[in-house]
């Protein structure tokens, strides 16, 4: 598989925390677990060939995704397929960072995938012929930026873009365990519900989700590469109360128990994993 990833330039790169782009890929499985960071993906497919999104209770249903969709942020893992041979790019927002493209509150996305055309209209897919146009990785990005720009612009007059929430981002991300809500609420000057209110307008999600989910994040971070793992001390320097507390929510977002992960986790990634059979 070749595998690019790209940060845009400015002001894209406030937004957007990298574009990615992958051809050729040979995966040695059919399906993933795509693992939930509190944050929004956009992903425009480059061949014909359909891609599925499996219920979770029901592994022969799915929905069909064909050219483009949005991942708005999830409160769980995906279950998608992996095709051999496909290629596919997109863009993984920042956290609160896809606010300033949708023309409309991140909640409403909330725990959706929806495709381009049904947000966007059906003139999205004029972008999609010049990324399958442009002759090398570069010049997607290239192309991928324009786009995003594009949308930037088309949805400013509806735009996030909450400085309190902005600010509560970076804490929460920087110490999830440790943040107090109420106290972040107070320190933005707002009360305790209107602060959730307007994260959620921001993110998509509550703030108690949200420190959850980056809480889980960081045990990601602490495992990834690691070959054994003391699974006591990962869950107590994440301030997880006890180890029932820290399985729970890891089963909650990833579908697999921590020592399954370690087994199915994906080197390129930290948030895809290998579906159990």
Known sequence: MSLYRHI??????QHVAWLWYYADFKPGH????????????????LEDRPRKLF??????????????WLSGTQAEFLIIDALPDS???????????????????ACELCRQVVELDALWGAGIWEWRERLLAAPSPQAKFEVFEQMLRQRMAAASAKAGGNRGVTWAIGEFVREPHLQSIAAVAHDVGVSHKQFIEQFRREVGLTPKLFCRIRRFQEVLGHIHSQKTVNWADVACSCG???????????????????????DRRLEEDQNFVRAAV
């Open 8 to 13: 845009p330039r400015p002001p894209l790169d």
């Open 30 to 45: 059919d399906r993933e677990h795509v693992l939930p960071d509190g944050t929004f993906d956009l992903i425009i497919n």
């Open 55 to 68: 219920d979770r209770e029901n592994a022969g249903q799915f929905h069909s995704f064909k050219r483009g």
């Open 87 to 105: 290629s596919m790019i997109g863009a993984h927002f920042k956290p609160g960072g896809a606010a300033r493209f949708l023309g409309l509150p």
């Open 240 to 262: 997880y109360f006890d180890q029932a507390h820290f399985v729970n929510d890891f089963l909650a977002f990833a579908g697999l128990n921590p020592s399954a992960y370690l």
